[in-house]
């Protein structure tokens, strides 16, 4: 029990130097060439056991192949925070689905589920760091625990992605 809270301590300490780094615009972007279709299917593969030990659906929907220039170790970390958050707020016998495409130099990543959601108001907030919809969504011993920074480090890696996005140098 010690070992794992000194891990998710680390992680804590590690997600607020990202954002720290990422805020002082000192968070070296490393892009290279990849299909993002396989990554998201990487992903959601990796994610399959903690879906199925709470009895969730996890599929994935990616309709074609989509190169991308970005950079894929950050894509890979938003992608898993995503799901994880998805199947950690899906009760029991739920769903989850991922989905991406491409229209133009545009791309779409999805990640849906069948949990309660979020309150419309609170929808924005939950970008913000340290934010937790209520009491239920705080840490427990079953969900493994965070902070409330994944979002916001997801959030930075989208917005990273789609300033550095370059898709015509595949």
Not at 1 to 6: D, G, I, S, Y
Not at 139 to 149: I, M, N, V, W
Request: charged share 25%.
């Amino acid at each position: 029990m010690l070992h794992a809270e000194a891990q998710r301590l680390t992680q804590i300490v590690e997600d607020l130097f990202t954002l720290t780094r990422a805020d002082a615009g000192q968070y070296p972007l490393s892009p290279h060439e990849f299909y993002l279709d396989e990554l998201v299917a990487d992903c959601t593969h990796a994610a399959r056991s903690l879906a199925s030990a709470k009895q969730i659906s996890l599929t994935c929907e990616v309709p074609e192949e989509l190169p991308i220039r970005a950079d894929e170790g950050l894509l890979r970390r938003m992608i898993l925070n995503l799901l994880d958050n998805a199947i950690k707020y899906t009760p029991a016998g739920g769903r989850v689905t991922v989905s991406c495409g491409r229209s133009g130099a545009e791309y779409a990543l999805s990640v849906t589920d069948s949990g309660e959601g979020i309150p419309g108001d609170l929808q924005q907030r939950v970008f913000e760091r340290f934010f937790r919809v209520d009491k239920a969504r705080t840490r427990s011993e079953h969900d493994g625990g965070g902070a409330g920074l994944g979002l916001s480090i997801a959030r930075w890696i989208a917005e990273s992605a789609s300033r550095a996005l370059d898709p015509g140098a595949f």
